[in-house]
């Protein structure tokens, strides 16, 4: 890159990918939605993000530090349209192959299918993976129209890998997703409600949890007057403080893979792009 040049297509601040540092983080977009029910243009997430993360500053007012993490833009993974299940295949490669180089997954959505790619290859790789899944829907459903493989379905396939879910922002489920949630021992919900009113207490749920965490974020989990371009907006969601409040607290524990899917917009400078540009950037600043 020339010395005054910037890359639009990759997150502002990641560093060339050459001399690839271990213990840093890798950044893969993954422009898919060919599951979405409802508003589609997922697959376009990717790029409307990473050009809305130059509208941030290396100083990190909220926090009050600068974002010194190592992270690197790898683009975007070659997805196969209409194909979840190979969609998903390709990520669990990819995120291997960052594993062999040491380097932690960022995923930049695309439907929320994708978490499952991630999800898996990270399962096999850490013992007692905790995924705290911030959405306001459980994803929970066996399947979705007799798929398996789609973004309503993706915390029952991680459920069925053995992971302790912890769902944060929960507003919307089926009775059927209930009723499993109850016949199981190792899902923990907190609703809308208490994350609006009872904060302290989630802090200290996630300030013990022993072992390593992936984090995967619905934008949708965040309110839809902030968040509307969404493939499933659904009311009385998060606000951006809370969001900061949890990753905050997440930082301090063993992180090993983040995601910010379901961004449903193609049109720069996009709300929603936006404000999952800046969970992402705040995250960076915070795992240094
Ligand atoms: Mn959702």
Not at 184 to 203: G, P, R, S
Not at 212 to 221: A, K, Q, T, W
Not at 250 to 256: I, Q
Not at 269 to 281: C, E, F, R, S, W
Request: net charge negative; hydrophobic share 40%; glycine share 6%.
């Amino acid at each position: 890159m020339l010395l005054n040049t910037y890359e639009p297509w990759k997150f502002a601040f990641s560093s060339e990918n050459e001399n690839i540092k271990e213990n840093s983080f890798g950044i893969i977009g993954v422009p898919f939605d060919s599951t979405t029910s409802y508003h589609s243009g997922a697959r376009s997430g990717p790029i409307v993000v990473r050009e809305a993360s130059f509208g941030f500053e290396k100083y990190n007012t909220i926090f009050n530090k600068e974002l010194n993490t190592v992270f690197y833009d790898f683009g975007d993974v070659n997805v196969v349209p209409g194909n979840c299940s190979k969609t998903c295949r390709i990520i669990e490669d990819t995120v291997n192959e960052l594993s062999d180089l040491k380097i932690k997954p960022i995923i930049i959505g695309g439907e929320h299918s994708a978490s499952i790619g991630a999800i898996k290859a990270l399962s096999e790789k850490y013992e007692r993976l905790t995924v705290i899944h911030m959405d306001a829907h459980r994803d929970l459903a066996f399947d979705f129209i007799g798929e398996k493989c789609s973004h309503a379905t993706v915390m029952r396939r991680a459920h069925e890998l053995g992971v302790n879910l912890v769902q944060i922002g929960i507003r919307s489920s089926s009775k059927d997703e209930e009723d499993f949630v109850k016949s199981t021992y190792n899902i923990q919900t907190f609703k809308n409600k208490d994350v609006h009113k009872h904060m302290d207490a989630i802090e200290y749920y996630l300030t013990n949890i022993d072992g390593p965490i992936y984090i995967s974020v619905d934008m949708d989990v965040i309110d839809p007057a902030i968040a509307p371009s969404v493939g499933n907006p659904t009311p009385g969601g998060l606000f951006v403080s809370e969001m900061e409040t949890l990753l905050k607290t997440l930082s301090h524990k063993n992180v090993v893979g983040f995601d910010v899917v379901e961004t449903a917009s193609d049109r720069l400078g996009d709300n929603t792009a936006v404000v999952a540009a800046k969970l992402i950037y705040d995250f960076l600043t915070l795992m240094d």
